[in-house]
């Protein structure tokens, strides 16, 4: 038996609605790429849905592995401090689901060079 994955894109959040649309298309691109899988946004606070409501979504739609990747572009207070003890929570709650917990996007290297190259190409020639 298959099991199903998913992948949460795990955002601050933000008072104001208009702050998540880059995450929305990032969420909608990463869709388009990997059709099969589903990729959901879920925020520290803030916004709906929360982390915790979003995983429960999950297990009662029938998933068994999440990967829950930071959006944020360091290693900082909310990834280090608020986040690992959501994910404990969240694995003491559902110790069937096997979850995957990655490091912030902005500390990988492809993303450092992809941000690098788009603030070098706003030089003014």
Request: glycine share 4%; hydrophobic share 40%; with cysteine.
């Amino acid at each position: 038996m298959e099991k199903k994955q998913a992948l949460i894109l795990f955002a601050h959040g933000a008072r104001d609605p208009r702050w998540a649309i880059p995450f929305e298309r990032l969420a909608e691109r990463a869709r388009q790429i990997r059709p099969d899988t589903q990729v959901s946004l879920a925020y520290l606070e803030l916004m709906s849905p929360r982390l915790p409501e979003r995983v429960d979504e999950l297990v009662l739609s029938g998933f068994s592995q999440v990967s829950v990747v930071p959006v944020f572009l360091g290693q900082g207070g909310h990834v280090l401090r608020d986040l690992p003890p959501l994910i404990d929570e969240l694995r003491e709650k559902y110790p069937q689901l096997e979850i995957r917990l990655s490091k912030a996007v902005g500390e990988d290297e492809s993303v450092q060079e992809s941000i690098a190259t788009y603030c070098l190409n706003q030089l003014i020639d």
